[in-house]
């Protein structure tokens, strides 16, 4: 079982930065050659796709809400993916989940396991 920790939300202003990790553990992350992604809900909303990367790194997907802005990398010494977040906005604000899954995951969308979230909130 792998278990995800998302660290790094808080409260920002608008056209600020903040920067989301995700620690991985447990399982078989390391040689299952995961694909990570990140996902965020707003209070009333559903899940939305956010970014999603492979385990090489060389391939990355960005949801279009947040093309040029958001930015997804891995370190996969550390089992650790992030989330720089750049110009955000008053509409960012969400709780950001974690997300692991198959190699494919990351074009596909489709992921096993979830972290707990951790919550960030954009002021105009």
């Known amino acids: 079982q792998v278990q995800l920790v998302e660290s790094g939300g808080g409260p920002v202003q608008a056209g600020g930065s903040l920067r989301l990790s995700c620690a991985a553990s447990g399982g078989t992350f390391s040689s299952d050659a995961m694909g990570m992604g990140w996902f965020r809900q707003a209070p009333g909303e559903e899940r939305e796709f956010v970014a999603a990367i492979s385990w090489s790194s060389s391939n990355t997907n960005y949801a279009d809400s947040v093309k040029g802005r958001f930015t997804i990398s891995r370190d996969n010494a550390k089992n650790t993916v992030y989330l720089q977040m750049n110009s955000l906005k008053p509409e960012d604000t969400a709780v950001y989940y974690c997300?692991?899954?198959?190699?494919?995951?990351?074009?596909?969308?489709?992921?096993?396991?979830w972290g707990q979230g951790t919550q960030v909130t954009v002021s105009s």
């Open positions: 997300a692991a899954g198959q190699p494919r995951s990351y074009y596909n969308r489709l992921f096993d396991y």
